[in-house]
């Protein structure tokens, strides 16, 4: 049911921590959290590494839960570094699928206000394109989970405001902050997301400036995750993959049913292509460049 006026501290939510380096599988865990291994992040150096922690759907009055977790990262020496992200879901269980437009409409009138507030560094922004008007009549035509998401290179699909989190989670998913390790960075960046969600709940219209939009939530204005700047290597390879994606993907999809490039790495030899499908599967490939014409081989 929308609106509903709802009490920010009462909103259910959960925090996607990434980070690199460390020794992730030796950290103890409270109950109900969750340490996704899989979920590896490039450090300065190019390599993958680190890990994802993420918490059991909590309240704001157990959030002394983060700063314990935040405190055995740090003694284990993980860090968050230009390649990671801080990302908010809300739970939306008080309106349900009510807020679904309500959420896409103020994302189109504030999401830019939102960014600058978080300070979202410019790299990090291919993670969390914003919603298009064009999503909203979409949904209205087709209500599913596709129509909220970006089609193209999979880690591309989720918006910054990615309210298609609904039909995955039953949350809406905030991505622009920038990764952190520091308590009060994070917690602050949760409060502003919860009282952002609460005032959409409640059917406020919210002003399109950061200040403004700061102001109107009764959020702090500053004090959130800062940018940092990507190595010059990882944005050249970026302007590789822009170049090559189009040239690519074609063939690709004749042997990768629904697959799509996730990555592209050169090489002396040629280039590596991480490639995923709809199932969330993924394979490796590697492209030959010799000089009669270049070669697709699957290595994995």
Not at 1 to 11: E, I, N
Not at 42 to 57: F, I, M, R, S, W
Not at 58 to 63: A, E, F, G, S
Not at 78 to 87: E, F, K
Request: hydrophobic letters at 40%; charged letters at 25%; proline letters at 7%.
């Amino acid at each position: 049911m929308w609106p509903r006026k709802v009490q920010w501290k009462q909103l259910r939510f959960g925090v996607e921590i990434e980070f690199v380096g460390g020794s992730p599988s030796e950290i103890e865990l409270l109950p109900g959290w969750v340490m996704a291994l899989d979920e590896l992040h490039t450090d300065a150096n190019g390599v993958d590494t680190g890990a994802e922690l993420k918490p059991p759907p909590m309240l704001w009055q157990d959030r002394d839960q983060i700063g314990v977790m935040l405190r055995r990262l740090r003694e284990h020496g993980v860090q968050a570094t230009w390649s990671c992200g801080l990302h908010v879901h809300v739970g939306l269980a008080h309106w349900g699928e009510d807020i679904v437009i309500p959420l896409v409409d103020a994302a189109l009138a504030t999401q830019d206000a939102l960014e600058r507030l978080l300070q979202t560094s410019a790299h990090r922004r291919v993670f969390a394109p914003p919603v298009a008007a064009e999503m909203r009549e979409k949904y209205l035509r087709e209500p599913i989970r596709d129509s909220l998401c970006y089609t193209g290179r999979p880690e591309s699909h989720r918006c910054g405001i990615n309210v298609a989190a609904w039909f995955d989670f039953g949350t809406v998913e905030i991505r622009f902050a920038n990764g952190s390790l520091d308590e009060e960075e994070v917690l602050r960046t949760i409060e502003l997301c919860l009282r952002y969600v609460a005032a959409i709940g409640e059917g406020r219209t919210l002003p399109g400036g950061a200040g403004a939009l700061a102001e109107a939530l009764g959020a702090p204005a500053e004090g959130y995750p800062a940018a940092a700047p990507a190595p010059k290597w990882h944005l050249d390879r970026m302007h590789l993959a822009d170049a090559l994606i189009p040239v690519l993907a074609p063939c690709l999809t004749e042997i990768v049913e629904d697959g799509e490039i996730l990555e592209i790495h050169p090489s002396p030899e040629g280039i590596t292509i991480l490639t995923e499908n709809e199932a969330c599967e993924k394979s490796r490939w590697f492209v030959r460049m010799p000089k009669e014409g270049w070669k697709l081989e699957r290595i994995d």
